[in-house]
């Protein structure tokens, strides 16, 4: 399985997370608005370290990748995206992401996951790429809207996040359904 290091849009660079990015993740990954809807809220700098580390073991054993979302312009790392959870024998995997609230509404996240879309369709091979959002997540059930995904279904009391049982709606896009979008 071909994971890029590195994804270029016209915007943004992809980059694998660095020792340097870790503050300001955390600063982002400890933000109650940006983990409103996350499984997971970091309390220290030792827990952000923690799964910048899980993040970046992701290739090697081909389970997946997460990339900074850097602004060309600035170097200033936005956020993270990736997949996970890739399940090579059905061509699959779930994308997952994040952004610092500051730059929510500025079409950023759009931008790169249509870059990250794109890798996973045409480099990868993926059919199929799945995302599991938060009832009431609206922001990010938009985004995946934009990007052509479809919603399938909810996920009763799925993830116990925030100290509750929640619901995830599934949202799907399929191989053929993104060349349709991108033809």
């Known amino acids: 399985m071909t994971h890029a290091l590195k994804l ?24 109650e608005i940006v983990t409103e809807y996350m499984n997971t809220s970091f ?15 992701l290739p090697e054993s081909n389970e ?19 997949y996970h959870n890739v399940k090579a024998e059905h061509r699959r995997a779930e994308v997952g992401y994040e952004l610092g609230h500051r730059y929510w509404g500025k ?3 759009q931008e790169a996951m249509h870059a990250v879309l794109q890798h996973c369709f ?29 919603t399938e279904g909810v996920l009763k009391e799925y993830e116990f996040a925030q100290g509750k049982f929640q ?9 053929k359904d993104w060349e349709n979008l991108a033809g």
């Open 43 to 57: 309390k220290t700098l030792k827990e952000s370290q923690q799964m910048v580390d899980l993040l970046n073991s």
């Open 8 to 31: 270029d849009t016209a915007r943004f660079i992809l980059r694998k997370i660095e020792s340097s990015d870790i503050e300001i993740l955390h600063s982002y990954w400890s933000d």
């Open 122 to 150: 045409t480099t990868v091979g993926f059919n199929r790429i799945e995302a599991f959002v938060t009832v009431g997540n609206r922001r990010s059930i938009h985004t995946l809207e934009k990007l052509g995904f479809q």
């Open 64 to 82: 997946g990748i997460r990339w900074a979302i850097v602004d060309k312009n600035n170097g200033m790392v936005l956020g993270s995206c990736g």
């Open 107 to 109: 079409g950023v996240m």
């Open 167 to 175: 619901d995830q709606i599934v949202m799907a896009l399929l191989r």
